[in-house]
């Protein structure tokens, strides 16, 4: 009996070409400023700001690297944008509020609850602590301006309304702490309403309670 010996049908697997580099897209300059801090913010919730590297945003955003170094510099650029952003946000719908023809306890509650849902989210009240705790806050000149755009709105309201009789000085006092609660809230409050064995938003209600019962009392 004969052995025929097959031949072998085997042949070296064909190497699949290099995959291409991904396409990055290429925006104007304010749309990729924009583009990159909305990166940043969703990198900042997720991871802290503690991880908050360029590259990570970069990547986020879908641009180069060379991109976010172009608009921001540093990491510590990207933080103050982010933080000069969200005061910019809650400056812009503050001041809509003030201008709007309502009485001034409607004018002051829906300002008050802005403050509050500004900083509720986790990338507002991260990068809002970090700052604090890395001491950078104070170099950011536009959150003092914009402070001060805040009181000055709110001052010129009042003067509309000739029934209202509230000093310069109380009214600052009342904003003051009413940012200090929100950002309070926003940073702690979750966690403080767990050990309380309350509902999620049960401090930021009692804050906003309480300062709401505050302005209605001025």
Known sequence: MSIVKKRSTWAPRAAKPPRAPAKRRRLPAEAARTALLEA????????????????????????????????????????????????????????AITEQPWSEDQRMTLGITEMF???????????????????????????????????????????????????????RRFVMLGILLALGSGFFGRDLSHLFGEEPTAAREAALDALLTLAAKA
């Open 117 to 171: 849902e500004a900083f509720e989210s986790k990338s507002s009240s991260r990068i809002a602590a970090w700052l604090v705790m890395t001491d950078r806050v104070q170099r950011l000149s536009s959150v003092q301006e914009a402070i001060q755009r805040v009181l000055s709105s709110i001052e010129a309201a009042s003067l509309r309304d000739p029934t209202r009789d509230i000093s310069s000085e109380r009214m």
């Open 40 to 95: 940043a913010e969703r990198v900042l919730t997720s991871k802290g700001p503690q991880d908050l590297k360029l590259s990570e945003v970069a990547k986020a955003a879908g641009v180069a690297n060379g991109t976010v170094l172009h608009h921001f510099g540093t990491v510590e650029g990207l933080q103050a944008a982010l933080m000069e952003n969200l005061v910019k946000r809650l400056v812009d719908r503050v001041v």
